[in-house]
DNA sequence: AAATTTGCCC
């Protein structure tokens, strides 16, 4: 394109250059000197260089120096041309320092072909000729080309100076090039350019973009006198390395210094907190941030809000909200989405509706609300009003509506989803892959997981594997997970996700040795048993008949959850220790654990091995009055196996009359067999006649 | 500067 542009202002040039023009009289260079100098003042480059353009002789090398410069600022590529051109013609050899200036306009201007041509034209070139070539395509993101032509430098016998290791440490980190920076830098120190603030802040830059974050910190520790800069480019590359808790201590260090920090280096701090929810450091930022006179800035004070929003703190954020200069739509998504992940719908969708202007990212924080709060209506709904409103669908939107489809059970919709990604291009996007995978495994449709699985065998992670992992032990196929666990481990490392999966899936075909081995494998390689972790184990535990272990996990170390405490009570009740299920319940009451659905189908299980049919009933009872959990069906269920086994039929009658649902074809089957048993046929014929109805109405249900 | 996939009980 600029070769062609460049061609076809040729032609024009040699149109104005007409060949019988009167010759210029004397001055008249001086006055066209004045002329362009005028406008120059004036602040028109495009006239100047018109000027210059029509002119036939020569000017001063300090003017073509300050067009150059001035084109560069302006990113003026048109005037450029023309100045470069007007040098080339009334200059038979034109100083290698113009056309450097020249090479550096096109550079800043992108034409990176001009600038090339240019550069290979030269008859004799300095130094500052390779420089700025090299930061020509450093500027336009051509890390590859700058590397290239910094060895082709080397090779032509040039040395390098300080603005070009600069220049090239910067791509050598833009491409990870670990050894050449490695290589730079041995030759800084026998250069001695490693007082030079800015190359060591560079290779502390590059170092931790290759991942060696010691070799880093080491260059970081060696330098003299660490600018702001360098501090910036530390916290960051901790931060990047998923090591927030070094951040923030580089980040404190800082401000003993005298250094003043950057308002990225606060951002990048707070960005840290926000990750790892350290609400008491981030307070402190925040008031670093009043005393340096920074909490009003739009950067500063998106990054407080979006960390109070990720610690749980909506209030705080909210104040800071309510500042005026603090609006904006980064900081208002924050917001929408601090309430919507923290189940205020109500207030996030009140808040998205007062958006002055949205983006794509607010409405799919908005959209994340609703899908995580599993309310599936409303995230249609707000899909359709969505699509109604805004272009705007990205990655992130697909991969939400990819788990809409997956809390429906709802494959045929999700195939849609998929056909969509697919025309959008979008399928090799790591994240929207997953989504689907995850969706058609989650649904049990194993044909289209597995296929998109082996698609993605190029670009696959852990998330992958587990999600398949998890879909194939939820849908009782334990040992097919087992089995691609060993699989995994030729492609990817397990992870604490990989192993809560593993252990439900030998607690559910009682794999003892595998659970143990799994287990002493986690603590031997430092695996963090979490909650959940723990929970799994207490329910591997116990449902193989090893409920000392199971207790000794459970009571080992707080905190509790309710899940975890449901594995607790259920696990007692897989052992027979009814009464003991009972009374853990009320230590779970007095830690201030709220019961659930969960909680509850333990709490009747234990009655029911225990034969406590009163405590049953008052139990089931107490869930709507005091704890206000409604029954589901299984807890209907254990009420009916819970009176018919202890053959309390007049009870059993009241309760199955007052069922605020339907009764199931395997209810009344329940119920006609205890009915026959304990001989009670007022209920057992009421039973068999309805069962006799439903086997026509649903020949399916046997 | 904001949104995003995988795990335990029922």
């Known amino acids: 394109m600029g070769a062609n542009a460049a061609s076809i202002l040729n032609q024009l040039l040699h149109g104005v250059r007409r060949p019988n023009s009167p010759?210029?009289?004397?001055?008249?260079?001086?006055?066209?000197?004045?002329?362009?100098?005028?406008?120059?003042?004036?602040?028109?480059?495009?006239?100047?260089?018109?000027?210059?353009?029509?002119?036939?002789?020569?000017v001063a090398h300090s003017?073509?120096?300050?067009?150059?410069?001035?084109?560069?600022?302006?990113?003026?590529?048109?005037?450029?041309?023309?100045?470069?051109?007007?040098?080339?013609?009334?200059?038979?050899?034109?100083?290698?320092?113009?056309?450097?200036?020249?090479?550096?306009?096109?550079?800043?201007?992108?034409?990176?072909?001009?600038?090339?041509?240019?550069?290979?034209?030269?008859?004799?070139?300095?130094?500052?000729?390779?420089?700025?070539?090299?930061?020509?395509?450093?500027?336009?993101?051509?890390?590859?080309?700058?590397?290239?032509?910094?060895?082709?430098?080397?090779?032509?016998?040039?040395?390098?100076?300080?603005?070009?290791?600069?220049?090239v440490l910067g791509s050598c980190g833009a491409v990870r090039e670990l050894g050449l920076s490695m290589q730079i830098h041995g030759l800084m120190v026998k250069r001695a350019f490693c007082g030079n603030v800015i190359l060591g802040s560079s290779l502390v830059n590059v170092y931790g973009k290759c991942g060696v974050m010691d070799d880093s910190?080491?260059?970081?520790?060696?330098?003299?006198?660490?600018?702001?800069?360098?501090?910036?480019?530390?916290?960051?590359?901790?931060?990047?390395?998923?090591d927030e808790r070094e951040a923030i201590v580089m980040f404190f260090k800082m401000f003993l210094t005298d250094t003043r920090p950057l308002k990225f280096t606060f951002s990048n701090?707070?960005?840290?907190?926000?990750?790892?929810?350290?609400?008491?450091?981030?307070?402190?930022?925040?008031?670093?941030?009043?005393?340096?006179?920074?909490?009003?800035?739009?950067?500063?004070?998106?990054?407080?809000?979006?960390?109070?929003?990720?610690?749980?703190?909506?209030?705080?954020?909210?104040?800071?909200f309510d500042q005026p200069c603090a609006?904006?739509?980064?900081?208002?998504?924050?917001?929408?989405?601090?309430?919507?992940?923290?189940g205020r719908i109500g207030k996030a969708r009140e808040l998205f509706n007062e958006m002055p202007?949205?983006?794509?990212?607010?409405?799919?924080?908005?959209?994340?609300?609703?899908i995580r709060s599993r309310q599936w209506d409303e995230a249609l709904n707000f899909i359709s009003l969505m699509r109604s409103s805004t272009k705007d669908v990205d990655h992130v939107t697909l991969a939400l509506i990819s788990n809409l489809c997956t809390g429906l059970s709802d494959v045929f919709m999700g195939k849609q989803v998929h056909g969509f990604v697919y025309r959008c291009g979008l399928f090799s996007h790591l994240l929207v892959s997953n989504s689907l995978l995850d969706m058609y495994g989650k649904c049990g449709n194993f044909r289209y997981a597995r296929a998109c699985f082996y698609l993605m065998s190029q670009w696959r992670d852990k998330v992958s594997w587990n999600s398949l992992l998890t879909s194939y032990a939820r849908h009782q196929r334990s040992e097919h997970a087992m089995e691609m666990f060993s699989e995994m481990q030729w492609e990817?490392?397990?992870?604490?996700?990989?192993?809560?999966?593993?252990?439900?899936?030998?607690?559910?075909?009682?794999?003892?040795?595998?659970?143990?081995?799994?287990?002493?494998?986690?603590?031997?390689?430092?695996?963090?048993?979490?909650?959940?972790?723990?929970?799994?184990?207490?329910?591997?535990?116990?449902?193989?008949?090893?409920?000392?272990?199971?207790?000794?996990?459970?009571?080992?170390?707080?905190?509790?959850?309710?899940?975890?405490?449901?594995?607790?009570?259920?696990?007692?009740?897989?052992?027979?220790?009814?009464?003991?299920?009972?009374?853990l319940f009320d230590v779970m009451s007095k830690e201030g654990i709220q019961p659930d659905h969960g909680t509850f189908q333990g709490l009747l299980r234990a009655c029911i091995c225990e034969d406590l049919v009163d405590m049953g009933g008052r139990i089931f009872k107490s869930m709507t009055n005091v704890y206000g959990v409604i029954p589901r069906l299984e807890h209907h269920e254990q009420m009916i196996e819970l009176f018919?086994?202890?053959?309390?039929?007049?009870?059993?009658?009241?309760?199955?009359?007052?069922?605020?649902?339907?009764?199931?074809?395997?209810?009344l089957k329940r119920i006609h067999g205890a009915c026959q048993k304990h001989e009670f046929p007022e209920l057992g014929e009421w039973a068999s006649k309805l069962l006799a109805e439903s086997n026509i109405s649903d020949p399916c249900e046997r």
């Open 23 to 58: 010759p210029p009289g004397p001055g008249a260079a001086k006055a066209v000197t004045q002329t362009i100098l005028g406008h120059l003042e004036a602040g028109r480059l495009q006239e100047a260089v018109s000027v210059l353009f029509a002119s036939h002789e020569p």
């Open 63 to 167: 003017l073509y120096a300050r067009l150059f410069q001035l084109c560069s600022s302006a990113q003026a590529a048109l005037e450029a041309r023309k100045v470069e051109f007007h040098l080339g013609t009334f200059n038979r050899t034109p100083p290698a320092f113009l056309l450097n200036r020249a090479i550096e306009a096109y550079g800043k201007c992108g034409c990176l072909t001009d600038a090339r041509e240019l550069f290979d034209e030269m008859h004799e070139r300095d130094g500052g000729s390779w420089n700025a070539m090299i930061a020509a395509y450093v500027r336009n993101g051509r890390a590859k080309k700058a590397l290239s032509l910094f060895s082709d430098m080397n090779a032509s016998g040039v040395s390098a100076s300080e603005v070009t290791l600069a220049s």
């Open 217 to 242: 910190r080491r260059m970081f520790d060696e330098m003299e006198r660490p600018n702001a800069v360098t501090w910036n480019v530390i916290v960051r590359r901790y931060l990047e390395m998923d």
């Open 269 to 320: 701090a707070l960005i840290a907190c926000s990750k790892i929810c350290a609400l008491a450091e981030g307070m402190q930022i925040h008031g670093f941030t009043i005393k340096v006179c920074l909490e009003d800035d739009e950067v500063v004070s998106s990054s407080l809000i979006d960390m109070y929003v990720k610690c749980v703190e909506l209030e705080f954020a909210q104040k800071i």
């Open 327 to 342: 609006k904006n739509v980064v900081s208002w998504t924050s917001m929408v989405s601090g309430y919507a992940l923290g």
């Open 357 to 370: 202007e949205r983006n794509v990212i607010s409405w799919n924080a908005m959209l994340a609300g609703y």
């Open 492 to 583: 990817t490392m397990p992870s604490v996700f990989t192993f809560g999966t593993l252990l439900s899936a030998c607690a559910n075909i009682s794999a003892l040795d595998h659970g143990k081995q799994i287990h002493g494998f986690m603590i031997r390689r430092g695996y963090k048993i979490d909650i959940v972790i723990r929970g799994a184990l207490i329910d591997m535990y116990s449902k193989c008949r090893c409920i000392k272990y199971a207790l000794k996990v459970s009571m080992e170390t707080a905190p509790r959850d309710v899940v975890l405490w449901n594995s607790i009570i259920l696990g007692c009740c897989h052992n027979g220790l009814g009464k003991d299920a009972l009374e």
């Open 644 to 667: 018919s086994r202890a053959g309390w039929m007049r009870e059993l009658k009241k309760f199955v009359k007052t069922m605020r649902i339907e009764p199931t074809v395997s209810m």
